[in-house]
C-alpha cells in the first residue's frame, strides 16, 4: 500500500490539538498500516487484568507466528503456525491446558513438550481459524486486522507518548478480552505509527502495545515434534 500524505491542515508536524476538526481518520490509518508494512516483524504484548489470562505475547515475523499465553493457576501455552503449510505446533505447562486441547490420556510427561497439529486435525481449526498471524494481515482492513469505521476519540498518553485515539473494532485486539469495541492508539507525529491497542473501558480496559518492530528474532520451529495425543 502506498504511504497517503497527510495535509498539514489536519496535522501539524508533531500535534493533532490544533486542528479545528476531527482528523480525516480513513487517511490516517491508511498512513499507519503503509509505515507497518515496511517491517517484516513485531511483538504484540499485554498484561491482562481480567480473566484467567495474565499475560499475552504474540510474535510476528513473515515465515511464523508465535503467541504465548500465561494464565493464572494453569501455567503457559505457546502455539507456533508455520505460514508456508499451515502447520501449527503447541506446548503446554499443565495437564489442566492439554485437556483442554481435548488430550485425554495426557500424563505429566506430556507437559512442556511440543506437539504436532496437522490441519487435518480438527483441533488445528479451533486453535489457528484466524491465522496466518504477520505484520501485513494484522495491521490491515479485514477479519484478522481492524474493521471499518474508525472513530476519532481524541488524544491522550501511554506510556509518557501522546497518541490519537480512534474507536474501532479488532479480533487482535478482542484476544484480550470480550469481542466488542476496541481502540487502536496512533502516534501523534507526522508520520503516525501504530501504537498500541486496547479493548473494553474503564478498570476492565487492557492494553496491547506494539514493539520491537523489525526486532523480533527468527521463531525456533520444532523438528520431529510428535503429533498432539487424542
Given at each position: 500500500?502506498?504511504?497517503?500524505l497527510?495535509?498539514l491542515?489536519?496535522?501539524?508536524?508533531?500535534?493533532?490539538?490544533?486542528?479545528?476538526s476531527?482528523p480525516?481518520t480513513?487517511r490516517?490509518?491508511?498512513?499507519?498500516?503503509?509505515?507497518?508494512h515496511?517491517?517484516?516483524?513485531?511483538?504484540?504484548?499485554?498484561?491482562?487484568?481480567?480473566?484467567?489470562?495474565?499475560s499475552i505475547t504474540?510474535?510476528l515475523?513473515?515465515s511464523?507466528?508465535?503467541t504465548i499465553?500465561?494464565f493464572?493457576?494453569?501455567?503457559?501455552?505457546s502455539v507456533i503456525?508455520?505460514?508456508?503449510?499451515?502447520?501449527t505446533?503447541?506446548n503446554?505447562?499443565?495437564l489442566?491446558?492439554?485437556?483442554?486441547?481435548?488430550?485425554?490420556?495426557a500424563?505429566?510427561?506430556?507437559?512442556?513438550?511440543w506437539?504436532?497439529?496437522?490441519?487435518s486435525?480438527?483441533r488445528?481449526?479451533?486453535?489457528t481459524?484466524?491465522s496466518?498471524?504477520t505484520?501485513?494481515?494484522?495491521?490491515?482492513?479485514?477479519?484478522?486486522?481492524?474493521?471499518?469505521p474508525?472513530h476519532?476519540?481524541?488524544?491522550t498518553?501511554?506510556?509518557?507518548?501522546r497518541v490519537?485515539?480512534l474507536?474501532?473494532?479488532?479480533f487482535?485486539?478482542?484476544a484480550?478480552?470480550?469481542q466488542g469495541?476496541?481502540?487502536?492508539?496512533?502516534?501523534?507525529?507526522k508520520?503516525p505509527?501504530?501504537?498500541?491497542?486496547?479493548?473494553?473501558?474503564?478498570?476492565?480496559?487492557d492494553?496491547m502495545?506494539?514493539?520491537?518492530?523489525d526486532?523480533?528474532?527468527p521463531?525456533l520451529?520444532?523438528?520431529g515434534?510428535p503429533a498432539?495425543?487424542?
Amino acid at each position: 500500500m502506498a504511504a497517503l500524505l497527510l495535509g498539514l491542515s489536519i496535522i501539524s508536524s508533531d500535534v493533532l490539538s490544533g486542528a479545528t476538526s476531527a482528523p480525516n481518520t480513513g487517511r490516517l490509518v491508511a498512513e499507519a498500516f503503509a509505515w507497518a508494512h515496511r517491517h517484516a516483524s513485531v511483538e504484540l504484548s499485554a498484561q491482562v487484568a481480567t480473566g484467567p489470562q495474565q499475560s499475552i505475547t504474540m510474535l510476528l515475523t513473515p515465515s511464523a507466528s508465535e503467541t504465548i499465553t500465561n494464565f493464572a493457576g494453569y501455567g503457559t501455552s505457546s502455539v507456533i503456525r508455520v505460514n508456508d503449510g499451515h502447520v501449527t505446533y503447541v506446548n503446554v505447562s499443565s495437564l489442566a491446558q492439554l485437556s483442554s486441547l481435548e488430550v485425554t490420556t495426557a500424563t505429566a510427561a506430556d507437559e512442556n513438550v511440543w506437539f504436532l497439529l496437522s490441519p487435518s486435525d480438527p483441533r488445528d481449526a479451533v486453535l489457528t481459524q484466524w491465522s496466518p498471524l504477520t505484520v501485513r494481515s494484522v495491521f490491515s482492513y479485514g477479519r484478522m486486522g481492524f474493521q471499518r469505521p474508525f472513530h476519532y476519540d481524541g488524544l491522550t498518553t501511554l506510556r509518557g507518548v501522546r497518541v490519537i485515539k480512534l474507536a474501532t473494532r479488532s479480533f487482535v485486539v478482542s484476544a484480550l478480552g470480550p469481542q466488542g469495541t476496541a481502540y487502536l492508539y496512533l502516534t501523534d507525529t507526522k508520520d503516525p505509527r501504530p501504537y498500541a491497542g486496547r479493548s473494553g473501558t474503564g478498570r476492565n480496559a487492557d492494553t496491547m502495545y506494539f514493539t520491537h518492530w523489525d526486532g523480533v528474532a527468527p521463531i525456533l520451529v520444532p523438528t520431529g515434534a510428535p503429533a498432539l495425543p487424542q
